[in-house]
């Protein structure tokens, strides 16, 4: 049975300030607003759509949920989100082992990817150093980066990473994570470099065209020299 809703009369409340709707669409809709960027007219929006629907449509909705949730891990090696563990990039042999490049989330990762210009390995953040946000370098795997960096047997294969790429975004706080990571793996015997600036000041990854990101990773640059070097 599909139900029909005017949502022109979503505004309307008892008085006293109760909710209108029935209990189960007010539950829905408070579950819908705790999502990122949905307020209440957002919220009330999708629950009409829900509603207007047929069942099979709400009944594929909650199993693809419920599948994301129980069926998507991340990698143990990159964190980056997976099925299988590690993640089919970490098991790829034709990837070079010798490179891992870095980024804050796994969307950052997705939009490199397709590009086709990155051949190495990854390392997801899984967030940026933000201390006005509560967001320190412990609540981000760069204990699991450094540890990978240390030990070759924390990379796939067993090889040693030779050269490190930060991906942050350039933002204050991506700005923020890079130098913190350059402080950590400053006398460590890896090459570090940086993404160039072929990325517009304050964008994000998500937001660069392909042309934009290929050109930031064939003109990345060196911040620190190779070990035994000048």
């Given at each position: 049975?599909?139900?029909?809703?005017?949502?022109?009369?979503?505004?309307?409340?008892?008085?006293?300030?109760?909710?209108?709707?029935?209990?189960?669409?007010?539950?829905?809709?408070?579950?819908?607003?705790?999502?990122?960027?949905?307020?209440?007219?957002?919220?009330?929006?999708?629950?009409?759509?829900?509603?207007?629907?047929?069942?099979?449509?709400?009944?594929?909705?909650?199993?693809?949920?419920?599948?994301?949730?129980?069926?998507?891990?991340?990698?143990?090696?990159?964190?980056?989100?997976?099925?299988?563990?590690?993640?089919?990039?970490?098991?790829?042999?034709?990837?070079?082992?010798?490179?891992?490049?870095?980024?804050?989330?796994?969307?950052?990762?997705?939009?490199l990817e397709?590009?086709?210009?990155?051949?190495?390995?990854?390392?997801?953040?899984?967030?940026?150093?933000?201390?006005?946000?509560?967001?320190?370098?412990?609540?981000?795997?760069?204990?699991?980066?450094l540890r990978?960096?240390?030990?070759?047997?924390?990379?796939?294969?067993?090889?040693?990473?030779?050269?490190?790429?930060?991906?942050?975004?350039?933002?204050?706080?991506g700005d923020?994570?890079?130098?913190?990571?350059?402080?950590?793996?400053?006398?460590?015997?890896?090459?570090?470099?940086?993404?160039?600036?072929?990325?517009?000041?304050?964008?994000?990854?998500?937001?660069?065209?392909?042309?934009?990101?290929?050109?930031?990773?064939?003109?990345?640059?060196?911040?620190?020299?190779?070990?035994?070097?000048?």
């Amino acid at each position: 049975m599909c139900l029909r809703y005017d949502v022109s009369e979503t505004a309307r409340h008892h008085a006293g300030g109760s909710p209108a709707y029935p209990a189960p669409v007010e539950r829905l809709l408070v579950e819908l607003t705790r999502l990122p960027g949905i307020g209440r007219r957002s919220a009330e929006r999708l629950a009409f759509h829900i509603l207007k629907g047929d069942a099979e449509g709400a009944d594929r909705l909650a199993r693809a949920i419920q599948e994301v949730k129980s069926e998507i891990g991340h990698c143990s090696v990159c964190s980056n989100l997976t099925e299988a563990d590690p993640c089919p990039i970490c098991t790829n042999p034709k990837r070079d082992r010798t490179m891992v490049l870095v980024v804050e989330q796994p969307k950052d990762l997705i939009a490199l990817e397709q590009t086709a210009m990155y051949g190495g390995l990854y390392h997801v953040l899984l967030g940026r150093v933000s201390p006005l946000d509560g967001i320190g370098p412990e609540s981000l795997t760069i204990a699991d980066l450094l540890r990978r960096v240390d030990d070759p047997a924390g990379n796939p294969d067993g090889v040693a990473i030779q050269e490190v790429i930060l991906g942050m975004n350039p933002t204050v706080e991506g700005d923020g994570t890079a130098l913190y990571l350059m402080e950590q793996l400053r006398d460590r015997p890896v090459r570090v470099s940086r993404l160039a600036r072929g990325l517009p000041s304050g964008w994000s990854m998500e937001m660069a065209s392909k042309a934009v990101l290929a050109d930031a990773i064939e003109g990345r640059r060196q911040l620190k020299h190779e070990p035994g070097g000048a």
